[in-house]
């Protein structure tokens, strides 16, 4: 990342002082080396916005996180609950095969058999 794509990133009212955008630059190069893949882009903007978010602000971003954490994972609770019910329900009512349910629900067919007590 170039300063000037940071810069950019950040918009106009990022609050940082000149050093602060050096070292962020260096941490930007470093999330970036450790989320080489093109695929990881998610990861390195969820990196970087913490990085930024340490150093410009007071808010506790730790217990942010904690608490995004903790409501993503019952949110996946909830969905597995509700894929497994539908598994049973569709697939026992023969509108879906195991593996047609599988790859739509995009778990593999072993998840689903499990479900269904096989």
Do not use: C
């Amino acid at each position: 990342m170039q300063r000037y794509e940071l810069e950019a990133w950040l918009g106009n009212d990022h609050s940082l002082d000149a050093d602060q955008i050096g070292e962020l630059l260096t941490t930007a190069e470093e999330i970036a080396d450790r989320y080489p893949d093109p695929d990881d882009q998610p990861e390195r903007d969820a990196a970087l916005s913490t990085a930024y978010q340490l150093m410009a602000t007071d808010q506790d971003v730790v217990e942010g996180l904690a608490r995004e954490r903790d409501a993503a994972k019952a949110a996946e609770v909830r969905a597995l609950a509700g894929l497994h019910q539908a598994a049973i329900t569709l697939i026992g009512r023969g509108d879906a095969t195991e593996s047609g349910f599988a790859r739509q629900a995009g778990v593999d067919r072993m998840t689903v058999r499990k479900w269904l007590g096989k």
